[in-house]
C-alpha cells in the first residue's frame, strides 16, 4: 500500500510536534510507537492508532515502532502476537528493525523498582486486595497511608528479592510507588507498579514470578526506546502525572537522559453499531456467536479483512475523522462510505444472480451461444470490456419479474420490453409456475437486432434494463450476504446486555449464479458484483477455481432509511 498521500490537515498533535521542532527539543526526532497489548485481536479502534502513530513518523522523516506491551502472561498468547504483526503489515506499515516486546526489558525495570525503594520512592506493602481498596479513599476522600509505608529501605529491598526468588504466594505482597496518599488523583495514591503472579509466560517462559503493572512499565519502555512523543487514547489522562513522575525520578537516577518521553492523548474512535471492548469481543468470540477472531461480522481487523475492507478504505477514514481531544460519536455509515468510495474506483465490475429464475428465450436457437461486451470498469475505460457468453437460457434476478407488477415497475412481465444489460431486447410472454403458483421459469422473445454494441441497437427504446448470466455458462458459488453484527447504534444501552441488540439476520448464505470469469477470482480479489454492491474472494474458504464470496459493502447505505 502506498502511503504517498498528502499530509493530513493539521490537528494539536502535530501542532505541538511543529513548536517542539521550532524549540530544538529532541533534536528535530520524531519517534513513535504502536504498543498494542497481545490480549486479543486487534479492532477498528486501533486501525485509528495506527494510522496516527506511524503516519507522524512517516510525514516527520522519524520512525515508529511496534512493541507489544506483553506485562499480563495470563491473558496473553503468541496467537495474539502474530495476528497483530499481520495485521499492521496488512495496514500497508513497516516497523523495520524497530520490534519490540515489554518482556525485553524486565530486567531494567526490575533494576529501576530496585532504585525507587533505595531512593526511598518505592515499598514493599503487605495489605490485602480489600484492605488497599478501603486505605486508598475515594474521589471526595483523601487516602490513608499503609501501616507498612515506612518500612526501612533495607526491610523492603530485602523483601522485593524475596518476592522476585518466589518466596511468597501470589498475592502475599506488592511493590507500590510512594507519592501521595492525599493527592486528588487517585493514580499518585502509591500506585502498585509489581505484584507477584505465577504465570507462564509467552516469551519470558518460567523466569520471573513477579510481574510489572501496565502503568509502570510503559514510561520505562517509551523511555529505553527513546520515544519521543506517547500518543495514547484519552483514558490514559489521569495517568500522565504518574508517567511523568516516575521518568523524572529515574531520569534522576541517571536511567535515562533529559528530556523524557512526552505523554500526548487522543480522543479514542467510538463507532456506533458495533462494539470495540476486548472483553466483549472475547465474549461474542468464546460464546460463539460469531465464527471467530477473523469472523467478517467482527469490527476486528482480520474480520475487516475477510469482509474486504480495504487499507486504502482505512486511510481515507482516519483522515476523514481526524484527531482531537474531545470524544464524539461516528456513524458507521461514514466507515462504511469510505470503503465504497475506495471500492467505487478500485473495484472491476461483474455480473452476479444472487436470487435467481430461469429466462428461456424461445425464439434464440438451440445449442448457439456468442459473447457479448461488458466495460471491466464503466469509469476507467482503459481497462476494457471482458466477454460475456449469452444463450438460449439464463439467470436473472426473480425479482425482476412480476407477473402483475404494480405501477412504475419497468422490469420483466407479460407484454413488457426490456434491455438485458449488454445483450438484446427482449419481450416478456409468460412464465411457468409449480403446483404451488412458484414461478419456475420465465419466457421471452428476443429482438435480433438490438444487441449493445452493434448498429441500430437503440432502434427500440425501452425503460427497463436488467442483468443476467448464461445458464449453461454460469459459475454456481456460495455467497454470504454481511451486515452488521448489532441492529441498534448503542448495542446495550437500553437493556444492559449487548448480546440482546445481535442482529438475528447479520449474516445470510445463498447459492448464486455468477459470471464464468468470477470462478478464477483469486483470494482477497475485489469485485463490484452489478447493482449488488462490492464483494471479496474469501481468504479463508475460497479454493483454486471454487472462490466462495462476502459481501464488503452495498452500493448504498440502506441503513439510514431502514434502520437495519
Given at each position: 500500500m502506498s502511503h504517498d498521500a498528502p499530509v493530513p490537515a493539521a490537528n494539536f498533535i502535530r501542532n505541538l510536534i511543529d513548536e517542539q521542532n521550532a524549540a530544538g527539543k529532541w533534536g528535530g526526532r520524531v519517534e513513535t510507537r504502536f504498543p498494542p497489548e497481545p490480549n486479543g485481536y486487534l479492532h477498528l479502534g486501533h486501525a485509528k492508532s495506527i494510522f496516527l502513530n506511524f503516519g507522524l513518523a512517516r510525514d516527520y522523516g522519524g520512525v515508529c515502532h511496534l512493541r507489544f506491551d506483553d506485562t499480563n502472561p495470563e491473558k496473553e498468547s503468541q496467537e495474539y502476537v502474530d495476528a497483530i504483526v499481520e495485521s499492521v503489515k496488512w495496514l500497508g506499515f513497516d516497523w523495520g528493525p524497530h520490534l519490540y516486546f515489554a518482556s525485553d526489558y524486565f530486567d531494567t525495570m526490575y533494576a529501576c523498582a530496585e532504585y525507587l525503594i533505595q531512593a526511598g520512592h518505592a515499598y514493599v506493602d503487605s495489605l490485602s486486595a480489600d484492605e488497599m481498596r478501603e486505605y486508598r479513599g475515594t474521589l471526595t476522600e483523601p487516602g490513608r497511608d499503609s501501616p507498612y509505608r515506612n518500612r526501612s529501605v533495607e526491610e523492603n529491598l530485602g523483601l522485593f528479592r524475596r518476592m522476585r526468588a518466589g518466596e511468597f504466594a501470589d498475592g502475599a505482597h506488592v511493590l507500590r510507588a510512594k507519592i501521595d496518599m492525599a493527592s486528588p488523583n487517585l493514580n499518585l495514591r502509591d500506585p502498585v507498579i509489581y505484584r507477584i503472579k505465577r504465570a507462564h509466560h509467552h516469551n519470558t517462559?518460567?523466569?520471573?514470578?513477579?510481574?510489572?503493572?501496565?502503568?509502570?512499565?510503559?514510561?520505562?519502555?517509551?523511555?529505553?526506546?527513546?520515544?519521543?512523543?506517547?500518543?495514547?487514547?484519552?483514558?490514559?489522562?489521569?495517568?500522565?502525572?504518574?508517567?511523568?513522575?516516575?521518568?523524572?525520578?529515574?531520569?534522576?537516577?541517571?536511567?535515562?537522559?533529559?528530556?523524557?518521553?512526552?505523554?500526548?492523548?487522543?480522543?479514542?474512535?467510538?463507532?456506533?453499531?458495533?462494539?470495540?471492548?476486548?472483553?466483549?469481543?472475547?465474549?461474542?468470540?468464546?460464546?460463539?456467536?460469531?465464527?471467530?477472531?477473523?469472523?467478517?461480522?467482527?469490527?476486528?481487523?482480520?474480520?475487516?479483512?475477510?469482509?474486504?475492507?480495504?487499507?486504502?478504505?482505512?486511510?481515507?477514514?482516519?483522515?476523514?475523522?481526524?484527531?482531537?481531544?474531545?470524544?464524539?460519536?461516528?456513524?458507521?455509515?461514514?466507515?462504511?462510505?469510505?470503503?465504497?468510495?475506495?471500492?467505487?474506483?478500485?473495484?472491476?465490475?461483474?455480473?452476479?444472480?444472487?436470487?435467481?429464475?430461469?429466462?428461456?428465450?424461445?425464439?434464440?436457437?438451440?445449442?448457439?451461444?456468442?459473447?457479448?461486451?461488458?466495460?471491466?470498469?464503466?469509469?476507467?475505460?482503459?481497462?476494457?470490456?471482458?466477454?460475456?457468453?449469452?444463450?438460449?437460457?439464463?439467470?436473472?434476478?426473480?425479482?425482476?419479474?412480476?407477473?402483475?407488477?404494480?405501477?412504475?415497475?419497468?422490469?420483466?412481465?407479460?407484454?413488457?420490453?426490456?434491455?438485458?444489460?449488454?445483450?438484446?431486447?427482449?419481450?416478456?410472454?409468460?412464465?411457468?409456475?409449480?403446483?404451488?403458483?412458484?414461478?419456475?421459469?420465465?419466457?421471452?422473445?428476443?429482438?435480433?437486432?438490438?444487441?449493445?454494441?452493434?448498429?441500430?441497437?437503440?432502434?427500440?427504446?425501452?425503460?427497463?434494463?436488467?442483468?443476467?448470466?448464461?445458464?449453461?455458462?454460469?459459475?454456481?458459488?456460495?455467497?454470504?450476504?454481511?451486515?452488521?453484527?448489532f441492529k441498534t447504534a448503542q448495542p446495550g444501552q437500553e437493556t444492559g446486555n449487548f448480546l440482546d441488540d445481535l442482529n438475528a439476520d447479520s449474516v445470510k448464505v445463498i447459492r448464486a449464479q455468477l459470471e464464468p470469469s468470477l470462478r478464477d477470482a483469486a483470494p482477497e480479489e475485489r469485485f463490484q458484483f452489478e447493482r449488488h454492491g462490492y464483494f471479496v474472494a474469501d481468504r479463508v474458504d475460497s479454493k483454486p477455481g471454487a472462490p466462495v464470496f462476502n459481501r464488503t459493502v452495498t452500493l448504498k447505505d440502506s441503513w439510514q432509511k431502514t434502520g437495519i
Amino acid at each position: 500500500m502506498s502511503h504517498d498521500a498528502p499530509v493530513p490537515a493539521a490537528n494539536f498533535i502535530r501542532n505541538l510536534i511543529d513548536e517542539q521542532n521550532a524549540a530544538g527539543k529532541w533534536g528535530g526526532r520524531v519517534e513513535t510507537r504502536f504498543p498494542p497489548e497481545p490480549n486479543g485481536y486487534l479492532h477498528l479502534g486501533h486501525a485509528k492508532s495506527i494510522f496516527l502513530n506511524f503516519g507522524l513518523a512517516r510525514d516527520y522523516g522519524g520512525v515508529c515502532h511496534l512493541r507489544f506491551d506483553d506485562t499480563n502472561p495470563e491473558k496473553e498468547s503468541q496467537e495474539y502476537v502474530d495476528a497483530i504483526v499481520e495485521s499492521v503489515k496488512w495496514l500497508g506499515f513497516d516497523w523495520g528493525p524497530h520490534l519490540y516486546f515489554a518482556s525485553d526489558y524486565f530486567d531494567t525495570m526490575y533494576a529501576c523498582a530496585e532504585y525507587l525503594i533505595q531512593a526511598g520512592h518505592a515499598y514493599v506493602d503487605s495489605l490485602s486486595a480489600d484492605e488497599m481498596r478501603e486505605y486508598r479513599g475515594t474521589l471526595t476522600e483523601p487516602g490513608r497511608d499503609s501501616p507498612y509505608r515506612n518500612r526501612s529501605v533495607e526491610e523492603n529491598l530485602g523483601l522485593f528479592r524475596r518476592m522476585r526468588a518466589g518466596e511468597f504466594a501470589d498475592g502475599a505482597h506488592v511493590l507500590r510507588a510512594k507519592i501521595d496518599m492525599a493527592s486528588p488523583n487517585l493514580n499518585l495514591r502509591d500506585p502498585v507498579i509489581y505484584r507477584i503472579k505465577r504465570a507462564h509466560h509467552h516469551n519470558t517462559g518460567d523466569t520471573w514470578c513477579i510481574y510489572p503493572m501496565y502503568t509502570y512499565a510503559h514510561p520505562i519502555e517509551d523511555a529505553i526506546e527513546r520515544i519521543t512523543h506517547s500518543i495514547c487514547t484519552l483514558e490514559f489522562e489521569d495517568q500522565r502525572p504518574f508517567y511523568d513522575w516516575l521518568l523524572d525520578k529515574l531520569a534522576d537516577g541517571g536511567f535515562f537522559p533529559r528530556p523524557v518521553p512526552q505523554q500526548i492523548e487522543f480522543a479514542r474512535l467510538n463507532l456506533s453499531y458495533v462494539v470495540l471492548s476486548k472483553r466483549k469481543l472475547i465474549q461474542l468470540v468464546d460464546e460463539k456467536h460469531v465464527a471467530g477472531w477473523d469472523d467478517p461480522r467482527l469490527p476486528t481487523l482480520a474480520g475487516a479483512r475477510r469482509r474486504g475492507y480495504t487499507p486504502e478504505g482505512f486511510r481515507r477514514f482516519t483522515d476523514q475523522i481526524g484527531v482531537s481531544k474531545s470524544d464524539g460519536w461516528i456513524d458507521y455509515s461514514v466507515f462504511e462510505a469510505c470503503q465504497r468510495e475506495v471500492l467505487n474506483d478500485s473495484a472491476p465490475r461483474r455480473i452476479a444472480v444472487l436470487d435467481p429464475v430461469k429466462l428461456i428465450i424461445d425464439n434464440y436457437p438451440e445449442g448457439q451461444s456468442e459473447d457479448c461486451f461488458a466495460p471491466n470498469h464503466p469509469q476507467q475505460p482503459d481497462l476494457g470490456k471482458r466477454a460475456v457468453p449469452f444463450s438460449k437460457e439464463l439467470w436473472i434476478e426473480r425479482e425482476d419479474f412480476m407477473e402483475t407488477p404494480p405501477k412504475g415497475y419497468f422490469r420483466l412481465f407479460p407484454g413488457n420490453p426490456v434491455r438485458l444489460r449488454y445483450g438484446y431486447v427482449v419481450q416478456c410472454t409468460g412464465c411457468d409456475k409449480d403446483e404451488n403458483g412458484n414461478v419456475t421459469a420465465v419466457h421471452c422473445t428476443y429482438l435480433p437486432d438490438t444487441k449493445s454494441g452493434t448498429p441500430g441497437a437503440d432502434s427500440v427504446k425501452v425503460k427497463g434494463n436488467i442483468h443476467w448470466v448464461s445458464a449453461a455458462h454460469a459459475y454456481e458459488a456460495e455467497v454470504r450476504l454481511y451486515d452488521r453484527l448489532f441492529k441498534t447504534a448503542q448495542p446495550g444501552q437500553e437493556t444492559g446486555n449487548f448480546l440482546d441488540d445481535l442482529n438475528a439476520d447479520s449474516v445470510k448464505v445463498i447459492r448464486a449464479q455468477l459470471e464464468p470469469s468470477l470462478r478464477d477470482a483469486a483470494p482477497e480479489e475485489r469485485f463490484q458484483f452489478e447493482r449488488h454492491g462490492y464483494f471479496v474472494a474469501d481468504r479463508v474458504d475460497s479454493k483454486p477455481g471454487a472462490p466462495v464470496f462476502n459481501r464488503t459493502v452495498t452500493l448504498k447505505d440502506s441503513w439510514q432509511k431502514t434502520g437495519i
